[in-house]
């Protein structure tokens, strides 16, 4: 079992960047892809970004393509999220989930791990 922690969050203005970072613990030996999440009040959770264990497949939602880079360090056992651009519509509680595969999964239930969420607040 994995031990997710997010951190990186905080409230920035329209334009602006914020990189989320989520560190990994307990399991870490097993092969991993990596997630990361979105929630805003009174919406579903949906997919923002994953990447593969070995880090050459990334895949993003449409929403985020172009402005938000998803990267990890595996000898940091950290995956990070570099959001660019930033949009009031991109306010949520932003989660980071790993996945028992080497391979990418875009649907929650794809994830077996979840961090405890960092909250990303864009003001216009």
């Known amino acids: 079992q994995v031990q997710l922690v997010e951190s990186g969050g905080g409230l920035v203005q329209a334009g602006g960047s914020l990189r989320l970072s989520c560190a990994a613990s307990?399991?870490?030996?097993?092969?991993?892809?990596m997630g990361w999440f979105r929630q805003a009040p009174g919406k579903e959770r949906e997919f923002v970004a994953a990447?593969?264990?070995?880090?050459?497949?990334?895949y993003y939602a449409d929403s985020v393509k172009g402005r938000f880079t998803i990267s990890r360090d595996n000898a940091k056992n950290t995956v990070y999220l570099q959001m660019d651009s930033l949009k009031p519509e991109d306010t949520a509680v932003f989660y980071c989930?790993?996945?028992?595969?080497?391979?990418?999964?875009?649907?929650?239930?794809?994830?077996?791990?979840w961090g405890q969420g960092t909250q990303v607040t864009v003001s216009s």
């Open positions: 989930a790993a996945r028992k595969e080497l391979l990418i999964g875009v649907r929650t239930w794809e994830y077996d791990n």
């Open positions: 307990g399991g870490t030996r097993n092969s991993y892809s």
């Open positions: 990447i593969s264990w070995s880090g050459s497949s990334t």
